[in-house]
């Protein structure tokens, strides 16, 4: 697991021991200990310095992850020198005030029984993770670096290292390990060639006597979906009344809970808003581990660190976590880690534009679309209506090795005529068109709450007698994915009479609407008004749209 930036691998650590734990209540039987691991991590200085450290330790000793040991390494050492230049707090009773059982090894250079005490100590202790201080000198054994920052966060040198070797008694040529430490090392092929064996014969017993829960269990670790897992998600008609995506968005999430085994997450302290309760399912806490909601609480930053490591640790979980779409400003350094690391995490953001209304400019994302978008390898989506609710859920699911953001609604939708679960996967496509030879007069893209005025636009154009082409934008990064024939049909290059809506900033729509085109959306912070009026004084409007695509059909 990754580690940097500092603080992410203790985070993502207790995502690990929250999943074996949630495994182990869920298929360990009598006599049937088939999910049984600890979970080590090892921190340092600058870890515990960094806030999302302690988010995600508040959790683990909340949920009483037992089988994680964290070891500290106490060294008083960073980059910038002594850390009694900033950290000077008491970590021990830090820790124990969490409700985590702290064990102190004073000889971190060379108590090796000690350490191995501590380990066996903290084994035992079954009902709280353990934090293993282990004070040590950074850059032991250097003669003229050691216990400094120049130990830190550069290479000791030519002249530096063969002291260093000399002090230590180090005869062996750079880069050498001796026999005698491969032969200790080795050790392990063989050992754990044993422990894979005794676990394989104890897994044939369990699926003998528990074979539907092996069956799952076994395409949990394999990643396998099960078949025809597509067909839970809810379709909609536009005779269906309309409703927030955020809340078509609970409707996915519960029905792919049912049929999909591996499914958990939560909010940060925002389930009744972001709509992410499982109602079938419990609360996950220290007695009700095998539950499916998580409550995170206000920790926006570890929420996301937790869940890569729930994602890294079995290929079939699917952890989501939710909030506020701006708050993710509070956590990006844990979705770039995931996007980073190929984590399937799902994001599920609510409260997507300024159409949140009272809240304000703090709560009101507007740079945030663009920024996702301009991050590698994450899939962002603002679906429409329910049609595109669910194809996004399709589109997260499958993506294995990537994480989705999700940009979800405040403000009821309606389910549009046109809009298709499977037509998500292309990112972009023609929802209406009555042009002829793929020569509309203008095209109109919308996307999420926006798609709605573009269709309203396009509707009164048409009645002027114009070729009108409504394109519903999903997501870029999967349009781009499609190919230059698919791309083409959907936005010819030869009409360049483009016009894009969209409530955030227009921060990179001229790649799709080109020089030549218009792009209406929100340069600057949102106010505090209810939705309908604020996209009136913002500009978001039909009448809006109709100027723009009038103007740029003139040329």
Known sequence: MLYRPLGQGIANAVGLALAEKHLASRYNK????????YTYVILGDGCQMEGVSNEACSLAAHWGLGKLIAFYDDNHISIDG???IAFTENVDKRFEGLGWHVIWVKNGNSGYDEIREAIEEARSVTDRPSLIKVTTTIGFGSPNKANSYSAHGSALGAKEVEATRKNLGWAHEAFHVPDDVKKHWSRHISEGKVVETEWNEKFAAYENKYKEDATELKALISGELPVGWEKALPTYTPEIPGDATR????????ALAKVLPGLLGGSADLASSNMTLLKMFGDL???TPEERNIRFGVREHGMGAICNGIAHHTNGLIPYCATFFVFTDYMRPAIRLAALSESRVIYVMTHDSIGLGEDGPTHQPVEHISSFRAMPNILMLRPADGNETAGAYRVTILNTKR????????QKLPNLKGTAIEKVEKGGYVLSDNSSNNKPDVILIGTGSELEIAVKAGDELRKDGKAVRVVSFVSWELFDEQSDEYKESVLPSGVTARVSIEAGSTFGWEKLVGKKGRAIGIDRFGASAPAGRIYKEFGLTVEAVIEAAKAVCQG
């Open 403 to 410: 994480p989705s953001v999700l940009a979800l609604s405040r």
């Open 247 to 254: 809340n078509l968005s609970q409707q996915c999430l519960n």
């Open 30 to 37: 009598p006599g049937h200990e088939i999910v049984d691991h």
């Open 82 to 84: 002594d850390t009694d």
């Open 285 to 287: 806490q220290k007695e």
